[in-house]
């Protein structure tokens, strides 16, 4: 049962244009999100978050857009980069009173962006 | 820093036998974490030291997985015996603190049990 969902495994676009990769999640006690990237034989590496007293976070190129209420995040990338062609994940964090309020990240599968020159 | 070190990128082992997965952090973060990625499961936890410590290992699969951090600069990750079913990349990752912002993972130990 994922929690954390990436719908689409892939993405293609081209140099340029915008990148726009979703994410859904199920559990309202999310308190924060992540994006992470990943390029083959690496691991992954932070590269935005978003927590959940906002609705927008930018850096650079890179903008997480959060609607709460639809439990939607999604992240773009304007203009995309070839060198940005990677596996991208969502993650999502949140307090499990349950499990020693231990702080949990819930990880979605990814979603391969593959940006054409 | 050379970021964290996970030894051996690569193994290749039969059912049956022991595995040792080695992760060295990065000096001076006191978070070590151990995770699988399998293609049907994603990125899961399985176990993260706070200053040496095990704090929560609820996500080992099952008493063939032990994990140590007998030190700062050193955890193994030991599966027991082996079985095909384990096969995955295993990641280390550390950081100054829990808040997974902080994490800086390892590139990863490609495990495949036959």
């Known amino acids: 049962d994922q929690q954390v969902k990436q719908n689409s495994p892939s993405l293609s676009v081209q140099e340029g244009r915008i990148s726009i990769l979703n994410c859904d999640y199920t559990n309202s006690m999310f308190d924060y999100f992540l994006w992470y990237k990943k390029y083959p034989a690496e691991g992954p590496t932070f590269l935005i978050s978003i927590s959940s007293i906002k609705d927008k976070n930018e850096d650079g190129r890179f903008t997480v857009f959060l609607n709460k209420s639809a439990k939607h995040l999604s992240l773009h990338i304007v203009p995309s980069q070839p060198g940005d062609s990677a596996v991208y994940f969502c993650?999502?964090?949140?307090?499990?009173?349950?499990?020693?309020?231990?702080?949990?990240?819930?990880w979605g599968l990814g979603t391969s962006l593959a940006v054409n020159p | 820093d050379a970021g964290v070190i996970q030894s051996p990128r690569h193994e290749v082992t039969e059912m049956g036998q022991e595995v040792t997965l080695r992760c060295k952090p990065i000096?001076?973060?006191?978070?070590l974490f151990w995770y699988r990625q399998t293609m049907m499961r994603g990125l899961e936890l399985l176990i993260y030291?706070?200053?040496?410590?095990?704090?929560?290992d609820s996500g080992m699969p099952e008493d063939r997985f032990s994990a140590k951090m007998p030190n700062a600069s050193f955890s193994t990750l030991k599966i027991q015996p082996s079985e095909p079913r384990d096969s995955a990349v295993y990641f280390c990752?550390?950081?100054?603190?829990?808040?997974?912002?902080?994490?800086?993972f390892g590139s990863g130990t490609r495990l495949t049990v036959v």
């Open positions: 990752a550390s950081s100054p603190s829990p808040e997974a912002y902080g994490y800086t």
């Open positions: 993650a999502a964090s949140a307090i499990y009173p349950w499990a020693g309020n231990n702080r949990k990240l819930i």
């Open positions: 000096s001076g973060h006191d978070y």
């Open positions: 030291f706070n200053n040496n410590v095990p704090i929560d």
